[in-house]
């Protein structure tokens, strides 16, 4: 397959699953060239995302490296089919690389998770909330930079409203819920607009309220997006120089750890509808 000076956010994880495997197997880059008749430069470009990889040599791969854990292989070797190039590539020279890994990995992803505090998730934000939100942006943001930012984010949002959408679960704090970005006219149009998506069969909705005293993760908005099997999901968190993704085991472990202590603390959908409901009677 031809090599790629912009690899993907999903080929770059099939190299890093790669390249967990060989070192795993105690291989070094050179032997494993050596097993399949090539050079250890296209082993190192495969890891690093570079060059695509079919899956026959996936799977070559994987038993060279004796990794019997055939549910990941088959995992591996499916990521490897992607021959179209996704919605989010149009936005390649006009927004952050790792936003469009963002919405890639979104689109694969076989469940969603996600928490917030004081804003709320981007899947569930009308126009004008988002646009709102992204005039806060620091530094400012132009106009144009804005509607980039907007069309991009109403186009993400498509993984909750396609026909075959994964399930979405969503903790938000109460003090999110208060927030009157835009002014109260803005902010009824965006509550009302959770309780219709709290209202869809793969969609849920809890809240923390605050009654409900400390939590785990406090402060910080956290993203969870499942793979096909649990080695390859993927975390993300907004930190203030960027978007960064955690998928090394020991973190993963703890971020599904912190959501599930989350939604156990957390309000049930009904009574989250009737909170919402609630601080709507009181715009």
């Not at 956010?9 to 105690?26: F, P």
């Not at 570079?50 to 996936?58: L, T």
């Not at 890994?101 to 689109?107: G, I, R």
């Not at 709290?198 to 005293?213: K, L, N, Q, W």
């Amino acid at each position: 397959m031809p090599s790629s000076s912009t690899p993907t956010a999903r080929r770059k994880r099939l190299g890093s699953e790669l390249r967990k495997l060989r070192e795993r197997a105690g291989i070094t880059a050179t032997e494993a060239a050596a097993l399949l008749g090539g050079n250890q430069a296209r082993i190192s470009n495969i890891e690093a995302g570079r060059y695509g990889v079919s899956a026959d040599r996936v799977r070559a791969l994987a038993d060279n490296y004796q990794c019997d854990d055939r549910r990941l292989v088959d995992a591996l070797a499916a990521m490897t089919g992607e021959r179209r190039r996704g919605w989010w590539e149009e936005y390649r020279d006009l927004l952050a690389p790792r936003l469009l890994d963002l919405a890639e990995l979104e689109h694969h992803g076989t469940a969603l998770r996600t928490s917030h505090t004081a804003g709320l998730p981007g899947l569930l934000q009308t126009t004008d909330h988002a646009r709102e939100v992204m005039r806060q942006v620091v530094p400012e943001l132009t106009p144009p930079e804005v509607e980039h930012r907007l069309s991009f984010r109403l186009k993400r949002q498509s993984v909750v409203f396609r026909p075959d959408p994964a399930p979405y679960r969503a903790v938000i704090h109460e003090a999110a819920l208060h927030m009157r970005f835009g002014g109260p006219a803005v902010a009824r149009r965006q509550l009302e607009h959770l309780l219709s998506m709290s209202e869809r069969d793969h969609v849920t909705i809890r809240v923390i309220p605050f009654a409900a005293g400390a939590y785990p993760g406090a402060g910080q908005p956290a993203y969870y997006v499942h793979g096909a099997v649990p080695q390859l999901d993927t975390v993300q968190l907004d930190q203030a120089h960027g978007i960064v993704l955690l998928d090394a085991e020991p973190q993963l472990s703890k971020y599904r750890l912190v959501f599930d202590r989350l939604e156990a603390l957390a309000d049930g959908p009904a009574a989250s509808r009737t909170l919402i409901r609630g601080i709507i009677r009181d715009l």
